[in-house]
C-alpha cells in the first residue's frame, strides 16, 4: 500500500506531495522541486475519505480552493456565523522568528527597521491596497470569480 506524504519548503513556501511505497517509509525528506533546498518538512493533514459526505467534499474542495488559489496554508475556523476565521497565508511564518538583527545593532537597528516598514506602508499604501486596484483596473483577474467558474454545485 502506497503512502502519501506532503511536504513543505520553508524557504521558498512550495508545497508538494510525495507517494512512497512501504520500503521507502523511513526515507529522510526529499529536497525542494522548486528552490532545490534540502530542509523541507513533512505536513500532516487529516486522511481522505473517498466516500464522504456532501458537507465533507464541499469543504474539502473549498480548501484545496484555498491552498491552490489564494495561497493559503492555514485557516483557524471560529463556529460562529458572524466570527471571521483566522488565515495564515504560504508566504507567512507560522512561528515568530528570532531576529539575527539584534546581535548585528542591537535594538536601536530593530527600531529603525520597524520606523523604515510603517513609513514605507503609510506612504505607499499596503499590499491590499494594491490588489484592489490591480483588480479594478483588470490587471489581475478576480480570483474568487475565477474559483465559482471552476467548482462544481455540491447539493
Not at 72 to 93: L, N, S, T
Not at 105 to 122: C, E, F, K, S, Y
Request: neutral net charge; charged residues 25%; proline residues 8%.
Amino acid at each position: 500500500m502506497p503512502i502519501r506524504r506532503t511536504y513543505a519548503c520553508p524557504d521558498c513556501n512550495h508545497f508538494w506531495e510525495v507517494v512512497l511505497d512501504m520500503s521507502q517509509s523511513d526515507a529522510p525528506s526529499p529536497s525542494c522541486p522548486a528552490c532545490d533546498t534540502r530542509d523541507t518538512q513533512q505536513v500532516f493533514k487529516a486522511p481522505g475519505i473517498i466516500n464522504s459526505s456532501p458537507h465533507s467534499r464541499a469543504q474539502a474542495l473549498t480548501e484545496d480552493i484555498l491552498a491552490n488559489d489564494y495561497h493559503v496554508a492555514d485557516i483557524d475556523r471560529d463556529r460562529r456565523h458572524e466570527a471571521k476565521p483566522k488565515v495564515r497565508y504560504k508566504d507567512q511564518a507560522s512561528t515568530v522568528m528570532p531576529s539575527s538583527w539584534t546581535n548585528v545593532g542591537g535594538p536601536d537597528v530593530m527600531n529603525a527597521a520597524i520606523a523604515t516598514g510603517r513609513q514605507t506602508r503609510l506612504e505607499f499604501g499596503s499590499g491590499l491596497d494594491v490588489l484592489q486596484a490591480n483588480l479594478k483596473s483588470g490587471a489581475q483577474p478576480d480570483l474568487i470569480e475565477v474559483s465559482k467558474k471552476r467548482s462544481p454545485k455540491i447539493w
